[in-house]
């Protein structure tokens, strides 16, 4: 039974098609047979790796030298493990002979990867378990033979036949071990020295294969050929067709006629009703139930699995049972892959779309994005992988007829030109709605949301000039590469969307007070509501980090990129020039800045998941949060500088003659910016003033904002920003107010009559301070009489508050209740010197006078009153 060939949706340049293995022999894996193997590995691998440890077996322990019998124990192991590395060495010199043939492709030396992984793996547990016997062979060894130093020390072992036979034994064993760890070592090396080989030869075939040039889509002796054999191939292909028509009659009995309908009715209800009804009911639920964000990232993520693998089994299931039931040749088998793939990805590119953008239901949405946006991106989705799909049957017709190799530039060509076309008239149409947008806007224009951002639409235009360019300057496969890494890295951005959704609604759950989450860890876990959400914080940045890590991996899977070689993927390929013995090149130089910019940007999300995730989660202060964010700032800075350092080569010897270059200019033009760096960092360390402290610096007084590296930021109480070099703080003279504590103290100062009490004065200001209830009791206010003279009686008040932010505020009321206090009472003010006569004070004055007049002249009547009697 002959078995279909298989093609994917990438298909090559090649003028003839391949030969097609055997059902069953080196048969290229589907799609979603790697996934769900994929999914099955990670499920089993913990447990295969608990029921069988990797690597050669352990070495068993050789006897006691006491113990007589089993002498022999040690050379039988020793064989055992010189025989494991033999049949190593064998293995790697059988990958190196077929390394040698400068004809495999691909596919060829991915098999001779997955052959040395597994070796490299043995060989590294085998060094890892025989270097720990080696140290023990020689420690028991150097006991064994170990003098005494002439000094009274250790005594001498007796040279008897027992001891000079053990000394014998373990020094054999230990010459056995070291040339077993020996031979591993060069074998390890001989492994990874292959592995190199085969990553530089898949690298070179992928820059080959990608961009050969081929004829320019705008050439006219392409479009001759093309056009003058066009009427043959068109014809044989419809004689091929008629004639594998015409002969399924034959091929067909009643069990075949059966299978192939049952697989047609079956793969027909999965692809279309069946889809249909189970992501309308997805959507119907959804509607039913309560807002949530749990709710719509879970139906996002069930409507995109299972409306995108259905087509997809469906469209595999079909074409599984005409190959088992071998009703059709290669050549047409060629040509029926493509044709129901390509229907089944459009169904799968349009759910997807639907998962993330939702027209229809912005409830449901995703992303940020309008209606007409979300309309816009699922026609071009729909446009887009039906114009790599109808290429890729075109393709599959031309190749399944033996057509010259012009057709597959001219096709390619065309298809990368119409997709270069749709997402520039996608790009144009945004930006006209949106002009249209601000234009119909009466007043000022307000940004509704949901725009195509700017790094979007500059990426899409580079795109669509890179293909366009590609295929007018023959660079044909390299166009279409691009096309199918748009529709990947636009797949893979769909998918990270509905992951980080998911996981943003788990972690809101764990924040949430009132959640089932949150009720299952309070009331059957007995954790802490502040320890949940820290919980949550840790789980949900460990999920995006591993998820984006993922889709970085993903997304350069295609350029011959694997998670095993990331770093050696990306290094140089162009050759470069040699300098103080390191190699530097522009690949080089490429790969460090981007390892210093993806470590910096590392950083300052972490420093920013810190802020705003896990710190507000804890019971620290501000200012140590600010020395903890800073300080991951430095150490991701730091860590970046190595890791770009070490991919260009630079040694510790070579840094440290740079570092004494460098010192030269410290020396002499950056000592300051050192100082001021030096002073940042005790700052942090000692922590003399922390952010949201109340300072005073010479005249400046205010908030400390930020400590960065150089300078710290003060912002004053008329909202004014003042730049402290960090020096300034160590050396000068600083006032912290909130060192210690936050507590501050109000002064206010008061002035009455000179005709007024002060005993009673003081009493009613002491009330007064009393009264207002941020003042603390402890210490208490306190009331005292600076000074008196002419102009009146100066007091001098005091009141402590918890926070020292409260100061002015309190201070501000205590002047309105203390003047009220005081009128209601008719305590009169002092006017200052120079000042007009206040009329009040007289008028007080007299009616003083008035009254002590009155009082004298009573006590003058009572005093004559009793003479008068008696006269």
């Not at 027992?162 to 492994?191: P, Y």
């Not at 639920?285 to 409306?307: F, H, N, Q, Y």
Request: proline share 5%.
């Amino acid at each position: 039974m002959r078995a279909r060939p298989r093609k994917r949706l990438t298909l090559r340049l090649k003028p003839m098609p391949r030969r097609r293995p055997k059902r069953g022999l080196n048969r290229a894996p589907k799609p979603w047979l790697l996934v769900v193997a994929a999914w099955i590995a990670c499920a089993l691998l913990p447990s295969a790796a608990l029921a069988q440890p990797a690597g050669p077996a352990p070495v068993r322990q050789s006897p006691p030298a006491s113990a007589q019998p089993a002498t022999q124990a040690p050379d039988v192991d020793t064989q055992r493990q010189q025989g494991e590395l033999d049949g190593a060495k064998r293995a790697l010199d059988e990958i190196e002979q077929v390394l040698a043939d400068t004809k495999l492709d691909d596919v060829a030396l991915t098999r001779l990867r997955d052959r040395l992984d597994p070796l490299a793996q043995q060989l590294a547990s085998f060094i890892a378990g025989t270097a720990p016997k080696v140290d023990d062979l020689n420690q028991r060894l150097s006991l064994l033979t170990s003098k005494s130093d002439g000094k009274g020390g250790t005594q001498d072992i007796p040279d008897t036949a027992d001891g000079a036979r053990l000394r014998e034994q373990v020094s054999a064993s230990r010459d056995a071990a070291v040339g077993l760890l020996a031979a591993a070592n060069s074998l390890q090396a001989q492994a990874a020295q292959l592995a190199t080989r085969i990553a530089d030869r898949r690298r070179t075939l992928f820059t080959e294969r990608t961009f050969q040039q081929s004829p320019s889509i705008v050439s006219p002796s392409l479009w001759e050929t093309v056009f003058s054999t066009a009427p043959f191939f068109g014809g044989l292909l419809a004689h091929t067709l008629v004639n594998w028509v015409d002969g399924l009659p034959a091929e067909m009995n009643t069990q075949k006629t059966f299978e192939i309908a049952l697989a047609a009715l079956l793969a027909f209800f999965v692809a279309w009703p069946g889809r249909r009804f189970l992501c309308r009911l997805i959507r119907k639920t959804e509607a039913r139930r309560p807002s949530s964000e749990l709710g719509v990232a879970i139906e996002a993520a069930l409507l995109a699995i299972i409306g995108a693998a259905l087509p997809l089994l469906a469209a595999t299931l079909f074409l599984e049972t005409v190959e088992d039931l071998n009703l059709a040749p290669p050549r047409i088998l060629t040509l029926l892959e493509p044709l129901l793939l390509t229907p089944a990805w459009v169904l799968a590119a349009r759910t997807i779309v639907h998962a993330v953008f939702a027209p229809g239901a912005p409830r449901l949405r995703l992303v940020s994005a309008s209606e007409e946006g979300a309309t816009r991106m699922l026609r071009f989705a729909t446009a887009a992988v039906a114009t790599i799909g109808i290429a890729t049957i075109l393709e599959a017709a031309a190749q399944s007829v033996g057509a010259p190799i012009s057709y597959s530039v001219a096709i390619k060509g065309v298809a990368a030109l119409a997709l270069s076309a749709l997402l520039l008239t996608t790009l144009r149409r945004a930006a006209q709605s949106d002009a249209e947008a601000e234009a119909a806007c009466l007043g000022p224009y307000v940004d509704p949301g949901g725009k195509l951002g700017g790094v979007a639409r500059i990426l899409g235009w580079a795109t669509a000039a890179m293909l366009t360019l590609a295929a007018l300057l023959g660079y044909v496969a390299f166009a279409w590469f691009m096309a199918h890494q748009m529709l990947w890295a636009a797949a893979l951005f769909a998918m990270v969307t509905i992951a980080l959704a998911d996981i943003n609604a788990v972690v809101a759950q764990m924040h949430g007070r009132d959640t089932a989450i949150a009720r299952f860890a309070h009331l059957q876990m007995g954790l802490p509501e502040r320890a949940l959400e820290q919980a949550g914080a840790l789980i949900g940045g460990g999920l995006k980090a591993a998820t984006l890590a993922l889709a970085v991996i993903l997304l350069l899977a295609p350029w011959g990129v694997e998670s095993g070689n990331l770093l050696e993927a990306l290094q140089g390929v162009i050759f470069g020039f040699s300098v103080g013995g390191v190699t530097i090149s522009i690949a080089s130089l490429l790969v460090a800045a981007v390892l210093f910019a993806g470590g910096i940007f590392v950083t300052h999300l972490l420093q920013r998941w810190l802020e705003s995730e896990f710190l507000p989660t804890t019971r620290i202060d501000a200012g140590l949060r600010n020395s903890i964010r800073t300080g991951v700032g430095y150490l991701g800075i730091f860590a970046a500088a190595a890791l770009s350092l070490s991919a260009l080569g630079l040694s510790l010897e070579r840094l440290t003659i740079v570092a004494g270059a460098l010192s030269v200019g410290i020396g002499f033009g950056l000592q300051s910016i050192v100082n001021n760096f030096v002073s940042g960092l005790i700052l942090l360390w000692e922590r003399p003033i922390r952010v949201g402290d109340w300072v005073v610096v010479g005249t400046e007084e205010g908030i400390v904002r930020r400590i960065n590296v150089r300078a710290t930021e003060i912002e004053t109480f008329d909202r004014t920003a003042v730049i402290v070099p960090n020096s300034t703080f160590i050396s000068g003279i600083v006032k912290n107010k909130v060192l210690s504590d936050r507590s501050g103290r109000v002064d206010l100062k008061v002035t009455v009559a000179i005709t007024e009490d002060a005993e009673a004065v003081r009493e009613l200001l002491l009330r007064g301070l009393r009264e207002h209830p941020q003042v603390l009791k402890e210490p208490p206010p306190a009331v005292q009489l600076k000074n008196f003279n002419a102009n009146g009686i100066d007091f001098d008040l005091f009141a402590f508050v918890a926070d020292v932010d409260a100061t002015g505020r309190v201070g501000s009321e205590l002047r309105f209740a203390l003047l009220k206090l005081l009128r209601e009472k008719g305590v009169i003010h002092s006017a200052p010197t120079g000042a007009p006569l206040d009329t009040r004070q007289l008028e007080a004055a007299f009616a003083r006078l008035a009254q002590a007049t009155g009082a004298l002249a009573e006590a003058e009547t009572a005093r004559e009153l009793p003479k008068r009697v008696a006269r």
